[in-house]
């Protein structure tokens, strides 16, 4: 097996460093420029000129086959294998598709406010039932479908060189784009580059019982070498690459009247751009790299008298178009990172993330699983030593959404970030838990396994439509302590409280799944995260006010998103510590995970925000996460001026919001409508167009 063996993943980076590690530097991503090209056609690049693409002008040799590879491309081995698989298996086939797709459809909010904000909520799971199949648009179907390959695909990218010379014709300087070497493994903790060598002897054998954790661990040192080694063809690379680069900058150059220094477009020329239909493809990769090159080093690389807002302005643009965005989320992900790493954020959205699952262990051992899987043809792994319930699947010649194993509970189709939170608020046996926002069910079936089916969960869920996928699951995984309700959750602790633990796995924009979900790109507003924001931070104190301060065991809260904004992760947390000077924020206890931001763009948070855990698609290949965990303290003399929300003081528990910020007045005066509205058409009355968005509130 060569040194790009199947299987293969990247360093495994000490955790502290693994964010560090995963920012490149500009000469790296100056190196792109015909990666770039490998990958386009995976990009939306709604706004580049088709003609060009037609015209195969700009990356035109990569364009048109990778155009191919798409729709018809001839499938790797493995791939095939699937395929065969599929072709021959209509019926699971469907199954499998029902079972993967369902976590993703829209929710029909009762809610007004949250009919407000139709099509916002995103789940992070992937589990469902067939039931929901209707609800879900065929596009987002195929490409959860298609996701669910994905890894196979890579897969054989690293073993096969007659595919790999196929995936990637025009790789000029023979580098692989960041997202080919992207490690096909979720990352690993520091504490995964285990020393032992001897056990690398088993490692062209089948995964068995017996060795499933040695060859895991194997594979992670043999990584750890191979990263090394890998680093230093990469010097070797660009230095290579640096050489041909400056040959040929040189070339282009010299059609260009500024005889060298990268110059933005003037006016004029943006206009032309605009008028012939958007940037060519091969301007707009260039004109990337080279912003990015020049807001790295402004000093030395900036034209005179051109500012670096302009080159970010440029640079905004040119991603919006380049990945199919719409600007406004363009400039609220892109303000999330230094400039070379929102690039690598960007390029992340458009690989899908491996496949993963979770061993119920209510009906099996892991090992058990893993051995039924391996003889039916699955390859699989543990994920990594921080979950000893997950395992990654590289590929499968059977539909891994309609085994045997899988039709009797034995595992959940899952998204490893979803185990996070579940790992994070800890659930003990014969603890009382609230999940307040479930469907369909993935946190709340690990959590009864976690509780071994002792104590009782309550799984609720506004959507009653959801509610079946919710209780379909719970049924297959055996779970004997689940409680399944329909309430708003901001109706807790009103309709009961007293948890020991809760979670709050909260309604979101999905900023965090775009490479399931392609359409977040374009159908954010400013308004709905506005919305969003506002129907997180009214759940997260109901969360809190629903939890027993005096547990014996717990008084825990974690809140989570998949989304990676800081309007919806640690500005909620932040408001939370605000509004309820009885929770404080503890240690999630995850072995990885960015530090959540202590400051964002002026606003300063509590300090203490930092404990909460971030996790990135271009860092620890899962999906975009948030956790936060707080731990809820007795209340002590209401302190003047503390706002009540979800009213549990002293036995009051009449839910009162009081938001009382500047930038909540209009959404809550647009809620106050939306209701209104709502009641008067229960009533068959007749109810005029809704007035116009609220402007932005902070
Ligand atoms: C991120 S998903 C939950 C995923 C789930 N925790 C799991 O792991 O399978 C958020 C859920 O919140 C529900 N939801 C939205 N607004 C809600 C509200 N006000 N109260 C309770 N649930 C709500 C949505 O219907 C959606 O199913």
Redo the contacts with the bound molecule.
Sequence with gaps: MGRRAKNKQGAPEPLEDAHAGARPSAKKLGKRKADGDDDAPKRPAKKLREADVKKGKGAPKALAKKGVEKKGKAPTKAAKKVQESEDEDGDEDELMQGGSSE?WED?D?D?DT?AEAKSL?????E?GDLEDLDEFDVEAEDDEFESLRGPVQELDLGSDEEDEEEAAPVRLRGKRSKQQERPAKIIPTGSDASDDDEEEDDEDGPITMANMEARSRALDARAAREAELDAEEMRQAEQASDEELADEDMDEDADEADGGEFQLPTAEEREEEKNAGGPQLHVVQRRMRECVSVLNNFKKRAAKGRSRAEYVAQLMSDIANYYGYNEFLTDKLFQLFPVSEAIEFFEANEVPRPVTIRTNTLRTRRRDLAQALVNRGVNLEPIGKWTNVGLQVFESSVPIGATPEYLAGHYML?AAS?FLPVIALGPQPGERVL??????????T?MAALMQNTGVIFA????KA?TKS?TANVHRLGCKNVVVCS????EFPKVMGGFDRV?L????SGTGVISKDASVKTNKSERDFTLLSH?QK??ILCAIDSVQPDSKTGGYLVYS??SVTVDENEAVVDYALRKRPNVKLVETGLEFGVPGFKSFRGKTFDPRVSMTRRFYPHVHNMDGFFVAKFKVEKRTKKPAGAQQAGGAEDGDTAPAFAFDDEADKAIIEEAKEGMKRKSMKAKGLRVSARPKAVPAAA
């Excluded at 999940?435 to 709340?444: E, I, Q, V």
């Excluded at 309430?487 to 901001?490: A, I, S």
């Design positions: 976590g929710v909010e809610f949250k909520f995103r789940d992070s799971d589990e899952q979803s999940d307040m926002a479930s469907a369909p069910g993935g946190k709340t690990h609720n869920e506004l959507n959801r919710l309430y708003d959750g901001r979670l796995d909260a309604p979101c129907l009214q759940l998103t998949c």
